[in-house]
């Protein structure tokens, strides 16, 4: 075993480095004692919050990966192996009862706190819950320079918390809400400033900005430091309300704020290539089997093979969960009514985050790993599709 010297001597202790093994970074280091993030002082907002009509789950304490503590979880059982399984999807439809809450806090050891957005937080009926999400604390001074000049007086309203990156996070509640997006990404560099490639050679971008919202949430005060990789604590920013007053704004000041937030965007995707048209296409009365597919195959068909799980509904969009994970919302289906799979989840193989697929494309990449052609030809094995007749024939 290998003591690794750690360069902030003066707040953390040494890394312990087992050899064949990864230890978190988060079992070496030494908590600083601050009362305003003990077990006491969760349980207590964890009362407030929930009463103020937000809806919470309890972060691990122990590896500092932000995630869901398991240990207080409930644990149904998985109706495949029949094992107990820990989840929090149940709070992402209701919030947890007083005496979740108070099993919360009488299990032992540190555990913080994240608050759910959508539907579940949104206080009353028909709001919703919405944090749009700053990477970098720097990148929300142009922002709220923006907003303040079209509209003097809405960020001092908001409530802003510091995050340990740092960035920050802005909470606010609407009655017009989504799910998670992207809002604004910048590329990716080098130690050199130059641009880097990702695995695909391909620039690499990374997230600026983005909205957490249904399906999401956002560790918050007073969660303990350990809760964070860096060993650093969430905080208010200074005049900020607490999130037990989370303000209601109008649609119209929910837009300005998105559109301020996009304006960050500092990242141009690359132009596609663009096939010349071939000579001699078919006529108009054919039907290719990448439409035919698009109009005939259900979603199900398409995901379910490959492990995905839907698990919910809002109105006519259905909510995923990728392989691999057992709750949570990785994918919706036919947002606002556009019939595409839209993926948030960077953990996805053979689709990319932040792309909508129709369900010809998502097949293509799922089955013939991007390859149209032979897609299409196997769909047309399968009896999609009209071919043409020549002339004269029946």
């Not at 230890?23 to 077990?39: F, I, N």
């Not at 399984?85 to 007083?98: E, L």
């Not at 909470?171 to 590329?187: I, M, N, P, S």
């Amino acid at each position: 075993m290998t003591i690794l010297p750690d360069k902030d001597a003066g707040r953390k202790a040494p890394v312990i480095e087992v050899p064949g093994k990864p230890v978190p970074d988060a079992w070496g280091r030494v908590d600083q004692v601050d009362e305003t993030t003990s077990r006491e002082r969760v349980h207590e907002a964890s009362l407030r919050l929930v009463e103020a009509g937000l809806s919470i789950i309890p972060v691990e304490g122990y590896e500092g990966s932000k995630s869901p503590d398991t240990l207080r979880l409930p644990h149904p059982r998985d109706s495949v192996t029949g094992k107990p399984k820990s989840s929090w999807s149940a709070f992402q439809f209701r919030r947890p009862s007083t005496d979740e809450l108070r099993r919360w806090y009488e299990i032992s050891g540190v555990y913080g706190l994240a608050v759910l957005g959508g539907t579940v937080s949104g206080g009353q009926y028909g709001c919703g819950l919405e944090v749009i999400d700053f990477d970098d604390a720097e990148l929300a001074e142009p922002w709220a320079e923006e907003v303040g000049r079209q509209a003097p007086g809405l960020v001092a309203r908001l409530v802003r918390v510091l995050t340990p990156r740092p960035g920050m996070h802005v909470y606010y509640r609407c009655t017009r809400y989504g799910v998670c997006q992207k809002l604004a990404f910048g590329a990716v560099k080098d130690d050199f400033g130059n641009s880097a490639l990702d695995e695909k050679g391909r620039p690499a971008r990374k997230t600026l900005v983005e909205m957490k919202a249904e399906g999401g949430y956002c560790l918050i005060p007073p969660s303990p430091a350990r809760c964070h990789p860096s060993m650093r604590l969430y905080r208010y920013a200074e005049g900020s309300p607490e999130l037990t007053a989370v303000p209601t704004i109008t649609p119209e000041e929910r837009e300005l704020l998105l559109k301020a937030a996009r304006s960050l965007n500092r990242w141009q995707e690359p132009l596609p290539k663009v096939q010349p048209p071939k000579a001699g296409r078919k006529a108009s009365g054919s039907l290719l089997p990448g439409d035919d597919f698009n109009a005939r195959a259900s979603w199900a068909d398409i995901l379910t093979p490959h492990g995905w799980k839907m698990v919910g509904r809002f109105g006519e969009e259905q909510r995923w969960c990728r392989p691999g994970k057992e709750d949570g919302v990785s994918a919706t289906v036919n947002h606002n009514g556009s019939g595409l799979l839209h993926v948030f989840s960077s953990s996805v193989e053979k689709l990319e985050a932040d792309r909508s697929y129709s369900k010809f494309t998502a097949y293509a990449h799922l089955e013939h790993k991007g390859d149209f052609k032979k897609a299409a030809a196997e769909l047309r094995k399968q009896g999609y599709g009209k071919k043409d007749l020549g002339t004269g024939k029946r």
